[in-house]
């Protein structure tokens, strides 16, 4: 697309959008300006391209569609017949993998539909044998009442929210939690790092249905080739959720063991973060688990996103590009570049250091939590998000961590020179924040104190490094 296309293509919408509802054409205007004059640092957070953004704005946000592609409740489908099926080959092409489903709308939709798939396809309840059937659209009240017993004592097995895990891997208040018996697996204390031993271990004394792998916030590789012999000892599904790095798998940055795809029963992700596409979720799988999967709406979902999977079908083909690789690796290096700048500076991360695109500060060194941190940054420029750390003594609240990530710098081309100075702007604003106290004198876990010229000065300084990199350089709203 033409620098002058995107420009008016976008300015073209928002005077549209304007005629209706100023509002929200001057919030859609501000965030692009947001966008552009701050250091995005949220690890699972990204820039798509005006095509995949396009995409999503368009007729087949008017059009319902469950069911499969053929195979609809509705009529009339035939448009979106053809942008699913894109969807989910570019999906399979891209990742090797048997079956897609690109109907998720989010990562948290994804790992239900996998939960689902699995409970539905494993569990050898009286109540299922009774019916002898192994679809869940055929089992009776009788059934479901039976089931719904049987479901409660299944167990699930995963990472913990402080060693990195995330909250749809059996964390209480989520659903997940609720659904499942669960035990969470945690990292060696004195390292970080996984230790698969003591999974195994865990594994054999738990016994548990689905053995889940991947992260939100751990900053190394994963072997997924161990963790599938593990859950292959007890019997257990091997589930993988690679929702942060995705983009790191599409663009062949891991393979061979560190390659979930090619190891798991299944595998769920967003398609939005490192995979640089719209927001939502996908499913893959090989054939024993299709049926089920391809049974999400109305299992669990509602209504497909016809206009999100078109962008899905969209960004995935660019994911298929030869660029889309280099992308993926120049993501992993200024990950590396960023955290041994920080090093470098005496900052504390979690594992020591990084072999994907997040890096884990733990900002206790600096007096701070992962709150203050926070805050302090985004006063400065810098966006980032706070996150729990190891046996973190704050909570998920608090926290004693920041997560840094690098996929947006690295979509907007700063290269590893540029993470250098982020990684002394990060710094020196950690070192000069101080905890503040509450009224009564008692130490705070939110206040602080931030010199504000020094803010201002480090968020001139972020846009300046931004400047020869400008976000979305075809676009002119002017």
């Known amino acids: 697309m033409s620098q002058n296309a995107e420009s008016t293509a976008f300015r073209s919408a928002l005077e549209v959008i304007r005629a209706v509802e100023p509002r929200v054409a001057d919030a859609i205007g501000a965030e692009l300006t947001d966008q552009r004059e701050s250091l995005k640092l949220i690890a699972s957070e990204n820039y798509a391209s005006p095509a ?284 590396q570049a960023l955290a041994e700048g920080l090093l470098r500076r005496g900052a504390a991360l979690v594992t020591g250091g990084t072999d994907n695109h997040l890096v884990l500060i733990d900002v206790s060194g600096y007096g701070l939590t992962g709150r203050q941190a926070e805050q302090a940054l985004l006063d400065s420029g810098i966006v980032t998000n706070r996150n729990s750390v190891p046996q973190d003594p704050n909570g998920a609240w608090y926290t004693s961590g920041i997560r840094i990530g690098t996929p947006a710098l690295t979509t907007r081309g700063l290269g590893t020179a540029e993470m250098d100075q982020t990684a002394e702007l990060i710094h020196t604003v950690l070192a000069q924040t101080t905890a503040g106290a509450n009224a009564d004198g008692t130490p705070s876990k939110a206040k602080y104190t931030l010199d504000p010229a020094l803010a201002d000065k480090v968020s001139r300084q972020a846009t300046d490094l931004l400047a020869p990199h400008p976000l979305y350089p075809g676009i002119n709203l002017a």
């Open 52 to 335: 995949t953004l396009l995409a999503m704005g368009n007729w087949f946000s008017d059009k319902y569609a469950e069911g499969t592609v053929g195979r609809r409740f509705y009529a009339g489908c035939q448009n979106v017949d053809t942008v699913e099926a894109l969807a989910a080959e570019h999906a399979r092409e891209l990742f090797g993998a048997a079956h897609a489903y690109v109907q998720p709308h989010s990562g948290i939709d994804a790992n239900l539909v996998a939960f689902w798939a699995v409970l539905a396809d494993r569990v050898e309840s009286p109540a299922l044998k009774k019916a002898q059937v192994r679809q869940v659209n055929d089992l009776t009240e009788a059934d479901w009442f039976a089931l719904r017993r049987e479901l409660g004592n299944q167990r699930m097995l995963g990472m913990s929210l402080d060693a990195g895990g995330h909250l749809t891997h059996g964390f209480r208040p989520n659903i997940s939690g609720k659904m499942f018996d669960q035990r969470s697996y945690g990292t060696d204390p004195a390292t970080g790092l996984i230790d698969y031993d003591r999974v195994a271990e865990a594994a054999r004394e738990f016994k548990p249905l689905i053995l889940v792998g991947g992260y939100s916030a751990y900053p190394r590789k994963v072997n997924f080739r161990i963790l599938r012999e593990i859950a292959d000892s007890v019997g257990a599904t091997f589930m993988v959720d690679m929702a942060h790095f995705a983009g790191l798998v599409a663009g062949k940055v891991f393979t061979g063991d560190f390659d979930p795809v090619p190891h798991a029963h299944i595998v769920t992700t967003t398609t939005h973060k490192s995979l640089r596409g719209p927001r939502g979720g996908m499913v893959l799988c090989g054939p024993e688990l299709a049926d089920q999967v391809d049974r999400g709406c109305p299992m669990v979902l509602g209504g497909p996103l016809p206009h999100v999977m078109a962008a899905k079908a969209v960004a995935l083909a660019e994911a298929r590009r030869p660029d889309f690789a280099d992308y993926a690796s120049r993501i992993v290096a200024n990950s």
